[in-house]
C-alpha cells in the first residue's frame, strides 16, 4: 500500500519535518483500528506528504492506495 498524508495547517510556524513525524501515529492508529495489517515493510511501500495552509479548517486527509509494487 501507498499512504498519502495531506497535512492542512492553521499555519507556517512548525517546520515540515516536524509535522510529518505524526505520521508514525497515524499509521500505528490506522493498525489498531485494523485498517492494516501492519505498518512494516511487508505492507507499506511508500509513504508521501503534502502540506497546505487553511487558518479556518486545518486537517489531515489520508489517502490509502492500494497498489501491486511486485
Known sequence: MDIH????????RKDP?????????????????GILRNDGFSEVCKITH????DRRNP?????ILEVDHE
Open 5 to 12: 498524508c495531506h497535512w492542512v495547517v492553521p499555519n507556517r
Open 17 to 33: 519535518d516536524g509535522i510529518s513525524a505524526g505520521a508514525k501515529f497515524i499509521l500505528d492508529g490506522l493498525v489498531k483500528a
Open 50 to 53: 503534502e502540506f497546505s495552509v
Open 59 to 63: 486537517k489531515i486527509i489520508v489517502t
